[in-house]
């Protein structure tokens, strides 16, 4: 398994932009797909973004769709998570993970970080 540290959350106003990272350690970064999820006060986990090993693929949940882009740089260990026009309801603790299928299920991820709080004022 990679062991995952996010950062770069943080109190934003509507409209606005953050960027979230996620270093990982270990030496097989570069075999795990990555993905990006939140979890907002009395919700469920949720699916934000994936991409795979190499970064040719990338998927979105439809609600940022448009406004969030994920990308990874294996030369670095680091996946990045650019979030633009962000809303209210963005509002969350985003954590990063990694898994050996690229996939929008939460069973399939099996290392996770600690999370990052996120937070958009309207």
């Known amino acids: 398994q990679v062991q995952l540290v996010e950062s770069g959350g943080g109190l934003v106003q509507a409209g606005g932009s953050l960027r979230l990272f996620c270093a990982a350690s270990?030496?097989?970064?570069?075999?795990?797909?990555m993905g990006w999820f939140r979890q907002a006060p009395g919700k469920e986990r949720e699916f934000v973004a994936a991409?795979?090993?190499?970064?040719?693929?990338?998927y979105y949940a439809d609600s940022v769709k448009g406004r969030f882009t994920i990308s990874r740089d294996n030369a670095k260990n680091t996946v990045y998570l650019q979030m633009n026009s962000l809303k209210p309801e963005d509002t969350a603790v985003y954590y990063c993970?990694?898994?050996?299928?690229?996939?929008?299920?939460?069973?399939?991820?099996?290392?996770w970080g600690q999370g990052t709080q996120v937070t958009v004022s309207s």
């Open positions: 993970a990694a898994s050996r299928l690229f996939s929008v299920n939460l069973d399939a991820w099996g290392s």
């Open positions: 991409i795979s090993w190499s970064g040719a693929f990338t």
């Open positions: 270990g030496r097989t970064f570069s075999s795990y797909a």
